[in-house]
């Protein structure tokens, strides 16, 4: 990037971004990130160690991540438009990919997704139960939120 070979770059999201120094050598912005549809966090504990630990332990461990979870979401939000203002008056320009582009972009993952489900069974298995609790989530998220 610092070459000029590439003028457009998304990481993660706003705030991190700007961290990473990425408005100092991108001008453009665009969004949707498509390869990041959603955030998630995790804590991979080998399932013997976890097994050893006592339940008020387990317990413990339990409650600081949804503590951790619930305050990097709600920080998360309200950073982002801080970083993008800030952004824009280094002179980024803020883009939406436009339809014709998230459609070639949703595609070339359907491919993708065709593939490596044929390929990897444990893909598919993991992607059947994203899609399936997608789509079940279409229902509350058409109600509840303004379109």
């Known amino acids: 990037m610092a070459a000029g070979t590439l003028d457009a770059a998304e990481f993660s999201l706003p705030a991190m971004d700007q961290l990473l120094g990425l408005q100092e050598v991108a001008r453009h912005y665009y969004f949707p990130g498509w390869h990041q549809q959603a955030t998630f966090f995790d804590l991979y ?3 013997e160690r976890w097994n050893a630990l006592s339940a008020q332990d387990q317990a413990i461990v339990e409650l600081a991540c949804g503590d951790t979870v619930r305050e990097m979401i709600a920080r998360g939000e309200a950073d982002q438009w801080k970083a993008l203002k800030q952004m824009q008056a280094q002179g980024v320009q803020l883009r939406r990919w436009s339809p014709a582009i998230l459609v070639a972009l949703e595609n070339a993952w ?5 593939e490596e489900s044929e390929a990897n069974p444990n893909f598919r298995r ?6 399936t609790f ?5 229902v509350w998220h058409y109600l ?3 379109q």
């Open 110 to 114: 359907n491919q993708v997704l065709a």
């Open 134 to 138: 997608r789509a079940n989530y279409r």
């Open 126 to 131: 993991i992607y059947d139960s994203y899609a």
């Open 45 to 47: 504990i080998n399932l």
């Open 144 to 146: 509840s939120y303004l």
